[in-house]
């Protein structure tokens, strides 16, 4: 599986596979559910790879770690899915 950093950086340097509307799916500690938002709306900040910054739709503003994002989707497909964590059997 293309760990999400390097699928980041391909949507965003990779003019051909970049190409469409794509949008991330992360999880929102508070809702408890994946959030929606499209790429158009996030930020990267260059001294701070391992998270970006959502504008939500609503206003409000998010600093979301790269581990938390789940999902991300162009034109409408899901592309990419983190898979869910294990369960621990003691």
Same mark, same amino acid.
């Given at each position: 599986?293309?760990?999400?950093?390097?699928? *980041?950086?391909?949507?965003r340097?990779?003019?051909?596979?970049? $190409?469409?509307?794509?949008?991330?799916?992360?999880?929102?500690?508070?809702?408890?559910?994946? +959030? $929606?938002?499209?790429?158009?709306? +996030?930020?990267?900040d260059?001294?701070n !790879?391992? $998270? *970006?910054?959502?504008?939500?739709?609503?206003?409000?503003?998010? %600093?979301?770690? *790269?581990?938390?994002?789940? %999902? +991300?989707w162009?034109?409408? %497909? *899901?592309?990419?899915?983190?898979?869910?964590?294990? +369960? !621990?059997?003691?």
């Amino acid at each position: 599986m293309t760990p999400i950093h390097a699928l *980041l950086a391909r949507i965003r340097w990779d003019r051909e596979f970049g $190409r469409g509307e794509f949008a991330i799916g992360y999880w929102d500690r508070v809702a408890r559910r994946i +959030v $929606r938002v499209p790429l158009a709306r +996030v930020e990267f900040d260059p001294a701070n !790879r391992a $998270r *970006l910054t959502a504008f939500e739709a609503d206003g409000s503003v998010h %600093e979301v770690p *790269l581990h938390r994002i789940r %999902e +991300v989707w162009r034109d409408g %497909e *899901l592309i990419w899915r983190r898979p869910a964590p294990r +369960v !621990r059997v003691d």
